[in-house]
């Protein structure tokens, strides 16, 4: 299909350890967003990729964690040195522009032991 | 911080009825979107509607917006088992917001067959 892909669906890693997690989003869409969705802290943003635009990195929780867009198009969030309290679903959104309907993906569901 | 609230948390319906889900904002917005998640999985676009919108619809949803009560609703009409699902808005603020989302808690709507 042409919506928006994530991979992988799951991921269990141990406390320390790095993960990447990887958005495809709708070819042409310009924006692109990070969001997180636990159940203390529901839905939350966590950055967003417009054009060539310095990413607004506003919502990152902490210095471990980070995220590239590559050619315009694919984009990975990596977090460092994992603690249990990253445990959450990591959505990416895309639109074709700001302040567009954002079509999300299915999310990565990550749990950190 | 989660700027919507939504309200009820939870409702609970029979086939044929009509469901009604609020949504309550703290700041102006440039738009604001209605999303369905059916259980550990991403979140499906229903409808935007902008600030200058006072009323939307989409098939059997209809959502109206009052900027001056900060509040928008959503109503499903003649409501299906399959509606079943949890409901979100979103807001987009604009100006140095411009395309995050902010989403409220959420409604967990059932519908009983």
């Known amino acids: 299909g042409a919506g928006v892909s994530q991979s992988p669906s799951n991921k269990v890693t141990e406390k320390g350890k790095d993960v990447e997690l990887r958005c495809d989003p709708i070819s042409g869409h310009t924006a692109l967003y990070w969001y997180r969705q636990s159940l203390g802290q529901g839905l939350e943003f966590l950055i967003y990729f417009q054009g060539n635009s310095a990413p607004d990195k506003s919502g990152l929780p902490s210095d471990r964690f980070s995220a590239e867009r590559t050619g315009g198009s694919v984009s990975t969030l990596t977090i460092q040195r994992t603690q249990q309290e990253d445990s959450a679903v990591y959505l990416c959104a895309s639109s074709r522009g700001s302040s567009e309907t954002q079509y999300f993906g299915p999310g990565t569901r990550l749990l950190v032991l | ?113």
């Open chain 2, 1 to 113: 911080s989660q700027q919507g609230e939504e309200d009820p948390q939870a409702l609970s319906i029979q086939e044929g009825e009509n469901a009604t889900m609020n949504c309550s904002y703290k700041t102006s917005i440039n738009n604001l979107q209605w999303y369905r998640q059916n259980s550990g999985r991403g979140l499906v676009h229903l409808i935007l509607i902008r600030s200058n919108e006072r009323e939307k619809h989409s098939g059997r949803l209809r959502v109206t917006l009052d900027t001056s009560k900060k509040s928008s609703s959503l109503l499903i009409t003649a409501s299906r088992a399959a509606d079943t699902a949890s409901y979100f808005c979103a807001t987009d603020a604009g100006g140095t917001s411009y395309g995050k989302l902010t989403f409220g808690q959420g409604t967990i709507l059932t519908v009983h067959p």
